[in-house]
């Protein structure tokens, strides 16, 4: 039982180590930065032809399931843009959908916007679905990075079941590529289809491809573009070098805005995947905590556990009684580790987890975990609750068992003052102690154990032990 309460945190570390990177595998790969390291300004048109407004160009990144953290991500760099006079905000998309969020609001907030917005689906390998299209079509400017995906649009609300608003999406993206002069036909078709880069600047639906922000920033030079009424043009980039050497480079430097660790694990709470994850593995090192009797490292990650999966379904369209069942799932295997075998609560309790994970989400599938997870949990707690849970449980309840004639001659220690009789430990165990009245023996002294009757031990101490025929003729003849 030591030796496992000793590899038990260790254990714990390594598991918890394990979900951190299954959850960063789920949440997708993080944004790249601006590859060339562009920077750029704005500028509104005077009329006199000459760029005005100055300050850097702000690129916003933005991840994953477009959730309340994101959405106040994108809503501040806007206000704090118009405050600072920003000439320009790139939103750097990769994202497949709204949780929690009125992304039709977002949506016109970014069509709405007093400085101008772009959008770029990037990098390589990137999606824009659902609340992400309408982003990118209500953008001044939509771009794309090679090998990059827009589509479907549909559904927008990924927490809403079906998708009763197919028609007012496809007005509502009819209405945006009306106002930025992009194909109204093929934009309408991203209600229910999805094209890569190439395809989407082909047809019309995005205005630019390009591999990388800093590239966007400065291939935005000299665009024109027409915000809030007004005609704006972009000054973005300044010729540096003369001859063949001469290049254009960003003029000035970018601010890169992301979410604030906070809201990052906020965000990440609210991945389906991560929630669903987070919710069983804290079940479990609560119940591996129960057995084990005590509160430490399993109870504090368990804990922790439950508390960032019930924080992440504050947003996510939780079936109750499905996560019901993966509470019960939990406890019906643990009730026959307790009875130490098989029986009919293994069976229920594995049914239970099965239904429960696969029905835990309503709105869209789209939120459901992919099915290797929903393997790995399933599979993975049932194992644990069957091999580690029953050997933590043998080593706590069973008996040792040892062979007590040879343990004539083993060293020990007084638990208690045994004068004549107390408690002594050998080999790990505790005895009832008998010693003689002539040499009593300290608690905590080194004793030696000269013979066993029955469930008592005859001791004496390591040095100094005397005979005592009283003693002797007391307790009859050793075993």
Request: aromatic residues 6%; charged residues 20%.
């Amino acid at each position: 039982m030591a030796r496992l309460r000793r590899l038990g945190p260790a254990f714990l570390v390594l598991l918890w180590a394990t979900v951190s990177l299954i959850g960063s595998a789920l949440m997708g790969p993080s944004p790249a930065a601006a590859g060339d390291g562009s920077v750029a300004s704005g500028s509104r048109d005077d009329g006199s032809g000459a760029p005005t407004g100055e300050g850097a160009i702000v690129v916003v990144q933005v991840d994953g399931y477009l959730d309340p953290p994101n959405a106040d991500l994108i809503r501040d760099a806007l206000s704090q843009a118009a405050d600072d006079g920003t000439p320009l905000v790139v939103l750097q998309l990769a994202s497949s959908g709204s949780i929690d969020v009125d992304a039709e609001a977002l949506a016109a907030d970014v069509a709405a916007s007093p400085v101008p917005v772009a959008v770029w689906i990037g990098p390589s390998g990137a999606s824009a679905r659902g609340a992400g299209v309408l982003l990118t079509e209500a953008a001044h400017v939509a771009a794309m990075a090679p090998g990059s995906h827009i589509g479907p649009a549909v559904p927008v609300a990924l927490d809403t079941p079906g998708n009763p608003d197919a028609a007012a999406t496809e007005e509502l993206l009819v209405t945006e590529a009306e106002l930025r002069g992009r194909n109204v036909a093929t934009v309408a078709t991203l209600v229910d289809e999805r094209y890569d880069a190439g395809e989407a600047r082909r047809l019309g639906i995005v205005d630019r491809i390009e591999p990388t922000v800093g590239s966007l920033v400065v291939g935005l030079d000299g665009q024109i573009v027409t915000v809030d009424g007004e005609i704006v043009r972009l000054s973005t980039a300044r010729v540096v070098g003369e001859g063949t050497d001469a290049r254009r480079t960003p003029d000035p430097e970018v601010r890169f805005d992301r979410l604030s660790l906070g809201d990052q694990i906020l965000h990440t709470f609210t991945s389906p995947s991560i929630a669903y994850l987070l919710f069983v593995v804290g079940m479990l090192l609560i119940v591996f905590e129960f057995f084990t009797a005590g509160i430490g490292l399993a109870g504090l990650v368990g804990a922790f556990a439950l508390v960032g999966s019930i924080v992440g379904f504050g947003s996510l369209p939780v079936e109750w009684w499905a996560a019901g069942l993966l509470a019960l799932g939990v406890l019906g295997l643990a009730i026959d580790v307790q009875a130490g075998g098989l029986g009919a609560w293994t069976f229920i309790g594995s049914v239970c987890l099965v239904v429960g994970s696969v029905t835990l989400y309503g709105g869209s599938s789209l939120l459901n975990p992919p099915w290797w997870v929903l393997v790995g949990v399933v599979a993975g707690s049932i194992v644990f609750m069957l091999s580690a849970m029953t050997a933590v449980v043998r080593s706590r309840f069973s008996t040792p068992t040892i062979g007590r004639e040879g343990m004539v001659g083993e060293m020990g220690t007084a638990e208690v003052d045994i004068g004549p009789d107390g408690v002594a430990k050998v080999r790990d165990a505790l005895w009832k102690a008998h010693t003689n009245r002539a040499t009593p023996i300290a608690a905590g002294d080194a004793v030696r154990v000269v013979a066993v009757r029955g469930v008592e031990l005859e001791v004496e101490p390591e040095e100094g032990g005397a005979v005592d025929y009283r003693d002797r003729a007391r307790g009859g003849s050793a075993d």
